[in-house]
């Protein structure tokens, strides 16, 4: 008798789950999923945060559940990440919502990166997945290019200058290609000559517009450190520099003479 009810009981299950698919396979339209932008989160050393965007539209009149998002990213078509979002939230009838993924590389998969993007100043990224909702999984994928920003010296332009100091502004020339902005922390850079140190600073908390855009570095050198008086300095009054910008992102080296001539004038 138990074993008859138990049979009938699952039947009764399985039509019910039956009828519900039926009923949303008829009455109830699909969200759709649409890529909208990427951004750079935090760039460091230990990290480097990659954000995409995607719009989901509900076009019922009453509001679906998103569950979870599950995503794999990878680069130049080898799978480097994959995870599984916490749930979402409510998306409202009649209504579409911006959901951002952070994905974020660290260590092995961010050593990767660099690598790639060091030896070819570019790496080509798939970001793929499918928003859960209601038992359904409903795909999404982008692919793109990440570019590493072209650095140059512009203008190099001595502001204030003795034999005691040099007040120096180095204009660099950055050209970023991304249809995005990047982040500009955590950029060391160094000044030297001859293999002396001479001035060594920071960049922190700015920004890399998309396009092409300038960046001004204020400089110190001190030629009394470098030369052993005046005369010295008269005899040869080229003064070598050698400038080394590092970032997560990229590392670049400069080498320019300075004629310091004008220092008597």
């Known amino acids: 008798m138990f074993k008859n009810v138990l049979i009938v009981s699952s039947i009764a ?53 998103i569950d979870d998002i599950s ?17 979402i939230g409510t998306l409202p009838a009649n209504s579409d919502k911006d959901v951002t993924l952070s994905l974020g590389l660290t260590q092995d998969t961010l050593t990767a990166m660099q690598q790639l993007l060091l ?16 038992g359904v999984a409903i795909p999404f994928e982008q692919s793109a290019t990440l570019y590493v920003p072209q650095v140059s010296i512009a203008d190099l332009e001595v502001i204030n200058a003795d034999f005691d100091k040099l007040d120096i502004v180095l204009t660099l020339a950055v050209d970023n290609k991304n249809d995005f902005s990047l982040p500009l922390d955590d950029v060391d850079y160094l000044v030297s000559s001859n293999g002396s140190d001479l001035f060594n600073g920071s960049l922190n908390s700015q920004e890399i517009e998309q396009g092409e855009s300038l960046i001004t570095l204020p400089l110190v050198v001190k030629p009394n450190d470098l030369f052993s008086n005046v005369f010295a300095l008269l005899m040869n009054p ?6 080394e910008i590092t970032s997560p992102l990229f590392t670049k080296s400069y080498d320019q003479t300075i004629n310091l001539t004008s220092l008597f004038k």
Do not use: R, W
Not at 38 to 43: D, L, R, T, W, Y
Not at 238 to 243: K, Q, V, W
């Open 71 to 87: 995503y794999q990213l990878a680069l130049n078509n080898e799978q480097l990440l994959s995870g599984q979002t916490e749930q």
């Open 238 to 243: 080229e003064l070598p520099l050698h400038f």
């Open 119 to 134: 030896t070819q100043d570019k790496v080509d990224y798939q970001i793929k997945g499918s928003v859960n909702t209601m």
């Open 13 to 65: 299950v399985l039509s019910a789950c039956s009828s519900i698919q039926d009923f949303a396979k008829d009455y109830v339209q699909q969200p759709t999923v649409n890529y909208k932008s990427i951004s750079v989160g935090e760039v460091s050393t230990d990290l480097i945060e990659i954000n995409p965007t995607f719009n989901v539209t509900n076009n019922n009149s009453f509001a679906m559940p």
